[in-house]
C-alpha cells in the first residue's frame, strides 16, 4: 500500500517538474534567508514579506488562466491600478459600505476581465493585443478616477488586512480579541497569507477541477480538438478571462488597503504586468498553454520576492539588484529548455 | 461612375493593403478633427502646415526605426520585449565612449543584445516572450550598476547631433535615416531569399524547416536587426535630447508594437507589409500630438489610444474561429 502510494507521488511530482522544481528552490532559498535576517522566523519578518508578495501573487494567479489558453494578458497590471484606484474612493466609510465597497471593486475587477474576454472571442483578436488596447483603457479609466495619488482606507481594515491573524482577531473583535487560548499558536501567522490560501483554494482549485477549468486546458493545448470535442470553447475563455480579471482586482483591493491610497501609476502597472509574466514561467506553466496551474504560479512570485528579500539581508549592493533578478529569470528559462537538446527529432521542435 | 467606385473601394484591396488603407483613411480623419478644432479655438489652421507635419515625422523616426526592426521579429511570430533597455544601452554607451566610435559601439551593443536573443529563441526554444523580458531585465541591471541609477552626466557627441537634430533643406536628418533604414528593409523583405525566408518562418516554420530554410540563423538575424535598430534609435534619441537617461526606452515597445499590428501584420507573423508599419507609426505619432493639442487629459488620451487600436483590429484584424 505505502509503495504504491509513494510511486503515486513520485509519479505526480515527475509530471509537474517545473513545479516541484519552484516549490523546492523558495524553501532552500527562504530558509537561507531566515537563517541570515536578525529577526529570522519570526511572525514580524513573515508578516512583512506575506504584504510584499500578494498583490503580485493575485497577479501572477490572474495571468495564469490566460496563459493556460495558449494567450497573454497585458492588462492584468491595469486592471489591478484601476480596482486599486477605485477602492481608494469606496472603502473609506465604515461597516456595510466597505464591505458594499469590497464586493463592487471585485465586480469592477471581474467586469473588466470580462470585457477583455469578449473583445477576444466575440471580435476574435489575439490576447496579447487586445489586452495591450482595453490595458490602455483601463490605465485610462485610472487616471480619471485618481489624476493625483490620493485617497483614503477605513483604517481597521487596514490595520487588520496588513498584520498578524491575532490582530485581526483583535480588531474584528472575535475569539476574545485574539487572546483565547486556542488561538495562540496561529495568531502569529500573517493575515496577508491566510487570504492569499483561502483565495486559492476557494477560486482556483473548484475552477480547474470543473469543467470550465478543464476546457481552459484543452483550449491551450490543441483549440481544434476541444472545439471537435464539443466543448465550449467561447464559454471557456470569457470564463479564464474573467477570472483574471477578479484575481487582479483582489490584487487591487489589497494594494489600496496596504498602501492606505490609490494610485494610477503607469510604469509601476507595466513592471507589474511583466513581473506577473515571469512569475507564471518560473512557477512551471508553459507560455503555450496547456500545463501548469495557478498555485505554481504563487511560488513562481515568491522566488521572484524571495531573491530581492535576500538582497537587503546579505547586504549586496542595490544597485546590482535587477541584473540579478535578471540572470534569475534567464537562468531558470534557459535550465527549463535544456531538455530540448535532447530531441532528436527537429520536426518535434516546431508546434 | 458605379464601376469607378467599385475599382476602388475596399473589398477589392488585398487583404495586405486593405489596413494600410484604412489607417492612411484614419490618418486623414485625425488631421481634420484637429484641424477643425483648432479653427474653432485659435482661428487656425497649423496641422497642415509643413512645419507641424516634418516635426511630427522627426518624432516619429524615433519609434519607426524601432517599429522596423519589431516587424521582423513579429513577423516570424517572436516578439522582442528587450527593446526598452537595449534602446538604452545604445544610447548610453553612445554617450559614455563619445568621440568617432560612439556610433559603431551603440550598434555593438544592439548586435550582441539581438545574438544572445537569437540564440536563446532559436537553439534554446525559449518562447520570445519571456526570454527577450529576461534579456530586458538583465540590461536594465547592466546599465543600471554602470551609471549608479542616475542618469549619465556624459553628452551626445556632434555626429550624434548632426544625424538626430539638425536640418538639411529644412528636413531634419533623422527622417532621412529613418527613410534609409526603410528602403533597406523593404528591399530585404520583398527582393531577397531572407526576406522571403522571414515570411515562410512566420506562416509555418516546420513546413520553411522542411523546405531548406535555415531557420535558426534567420531567426538570430531577425533578432540581431531588431536589437541594432532599436540601439540606433537610442544613438537618434540621445542626440535629439542630447544625452542619455534612464527609462529612455520604455515609451517605445508598446506603441512599436501597436503600430506594427495596426499597419496590417497579424500578430502571430508570417503576413503584413512594411508601409503599413509606417502608416501605424505617423497614425500613433499624430494621435498622440493631436491629443495633447486638444489639451486632453492623460486619462482621456489612454483611453482614446485604446479604443483605437481596438476598433481598427476589429475592422481588419480580425482571426479565425478554431473549428477543426
Known amino acids: 500500500m505505502s509503495a504504491t502510494k509513494h510511486s503515486d507521488l513520485g509519479l505526480r511530482i515527475r509530471q509537474n517538474m517545473g513545479f516541484s522544481i519552484a516549490v523546492l528552490l523558495f524553501v532552500i532559498v527562504y530558509f537561507l534567508y531566515h537563517l541570515a535576517h536578525p529577526k529570522g522566523f519570526s511572525s514580524q519578518v513573515l508578516v512583512q514579506n506575506s504584504n510584499e508578495v500578494f498583490s503580485l501573487a493575485m497577479l501572477a494567479m490572474a495571468q495564469t488562466v490566460p496563459v493556460l489558453l495558449g494567450g497573454l494578458d ?8 484601476l480596482v486599486d484606484c477605485l477602492a481608494s474612493h469606496l472603502l473609506e466609510g465604515t461597516g456595510a459600505s466597505v464591505g458594499f465597497g469590497i464586493i463592487a471593486c471585485l465586480f469592477a ?95 482556483w482549485v473548484p475552477f480547474r477541477r470543473s469543467v470550465t477549468g478543464r476546457t481552459v486546458y484543452a483550449i491551450g493545448s490543441a483549440e ?42 503607469i510604469p509601476m502597472a507595466g513592471a507589474y504586468t511583466l ?56 537562468a ?14 527537429q520536426l518535434e521542435l516546431f508546434r | 461612375m458605379i464601376d469607378m467606385i467599385k475599382k476602388f473601394s475596399l473589398s477589392r484591396l488585398s487583404r495586405d493593403d486593405k489596413p494600410i488603407a484604412i489607417a492612411a483613411t484614419f ?30 515625422l522627426q518624432i516619429g523616426s524615433f519609434l519607426g526605426i524601432v517599429a522596423a526592426g519589431m516587424m521582423l521579429v513579429i513577423l516570424i511570430s517572436q516578439i522582442d520585449l528587450s527593446v526598452p533597455w537595449t534602446l538604452a544601452a545604445g544610447a548610453m554607451t553612445a554617450t559614455a565612449v563619445g568621440g568617432e566610435w560612439a556610433l559603431p559601439a551603440a550598434l555593438v551593443v544592439g548586435l550582441l543584445v539581438g545574438t544572445v536573443n ?31 541609477g542616475f542618469a549619465p552626466q556624459t553628452k551626445a557627441t556632434e555626429l550624434m547631433r548632426y544625424i538626430a537634430a539638425e536640418r538639411t533643406l529644412g528636413i531634419p536628418h533623422a527622417i532621412f535615416v529613418w527613410l534609409a533604414v526603410s528602403i533597406l528593409l523593404v528591399i530585404m523583405l520583398r527582393r531577397t531569399s531572407f526576406g522571403r525566408s522571414i515570411y515562410a518562418i512566420g506562416n509555418k516554420e516546420a513546413a ?97 489610444y485604446g479604443l483605437v487600436i481596438i476598433s481598427m483590429l476589429l475592422v481588419y484584424g480580425r482571426g479565425e474561429k478554431a473549428t477543426s
Open chain 1, 74 to 81: 497585458l492588462s492584468v497590471g491595469a486592471v489591478m491600478t
Open chain 1, 109 to 203: 475587477g471581474a467586469l473588466a476581465g470580462f470585457v477583455n474576454g469578449c473583445v477576444v472571442v466575440f471580435g476574435r483578436i489575439q490576447p496579447i493585443i487586445a489586452t495591450l488596447a482595453t490595458g490602455a483603457v483601463y490605465m485610462g479609466l485610472a487616471l480619471f478616477l485618481r489624476p493625483i495619488p490620493g485617497g483614503k482606507i477605513n483604517e481597521d481594515i487596514n490595520w487588520a488586512m496588513t498584520n498578524a491573524l491575532g490582530d485581526f482577531a483583535e480588531t474584528v473583535g472575535i475569539f476574545d480579541d485574539g487572546k483565547a487560548a486556542w488561538f495562540q499558536p496561529v495568531a502569529g501567522v500573517p493575515t496577508a497569507l491566510v487570504l492569499l490560501i483561502i483565495v486559492a483554494l476557494v477560486t
Open chain 1, 224 to 265: 481544434g480538438a476541444a472545439f471537435m470535442s464539443g466543448l465550449n470553447i467561447a464559454g471557456g475563455k470569457l470564463a479564464a478571462f474573467t477570472l483574471a480579471g477578479l484575481f487582479a482586482g483582489i490584487g487591487g483591493i489589497f494594494m489600496a488597503i496596504q498602501t492606505s491610497s490609490g494610485n494610477a501609476d
Open chain 1, 275 to 330: 513581473s506577473s509574466i515571469a512569475s507564471v514561467v518560473i512557477g512551471g506553466t508553459s507560455l503555450l498553454g496547456g500545463t501548469g496551474g495557478a498555485i505554481g504560479s504563487i511560488f513562481g512570485t515568491l522566488i521572484l520576492k524571495v531573491i530581492s528579500f535576500n538582497f537587503r539581508v546579505f547586504d549586496i549592493a542595490p544597485l546590482l539588484q535587477p541584473l540579478f533578478e535578471g540572470l534569475v529569470l534567464l
Open chain 1, 332 to 345: 531558470a528559462v534557459s535550465l527549463g529548455a535544456l531538455s530540448i537538446l535532447r530531441v532528436k527529432n
Open chain 2, 27 to 56: 490618418i486623414l480623419v485625425i488631421l481634420i478633427a484637429g484641424t477643425i478644432y483648432t479653427l474653432d479655438r485659435f482661428g487656425t489652421a497649423p496641422l497642415f502646415s509643413p512645419t507641424y507635419l516634418i516635426q511630427q
Open chain 2, 118 to 148: 537569437g540564440l536563446g529563441v532559436a537553439y534554446l526554444r525559449i518562447p520570445s516572450m519571456i526570454f527577450t523580458l529576461g534579456v530586458n531585465a538583465v540590461m536594465r541591471g547592466l546599465m543600471v550598476a554602470q551609471t549608479g
Open chain 2, 208 to 304: 520553411a524547416y522542411l523546405s531548406g530554410v535555415p531557420t535558426k540563423r534567420v531567426t538570430i538575424i531577425a533578432f540581431i536587426l531588431c536589437s541594432v535598430l532599436a540601439s540606433l534609435a537610442g544613438v537618434l534619441l540621445a542626440g535629439y535630447s542630447t544625452k542619455a537617461y534612464q527609462g529612455m526606452g520604455d515609451a517605445y515597445v508598446l506603441p512599436a508594437i501597436a503600430a506594427v499590428v495596426i499597419g496590417g501584420t497579424n500578430i502571430l507573423g508570417g503576413r503584413g507589409r512594411y508601409l503599413g508599419t509606417v502608416v501605424g507609426v505617423i497614425l500613433i505619432v499624430l494621435l498622440n500630438s493631436v491629443l495633447s493639442i486638444m489639451e486632453m487629459p492623460e486619462a482621456g488620451r489612454q483611453i482614446i
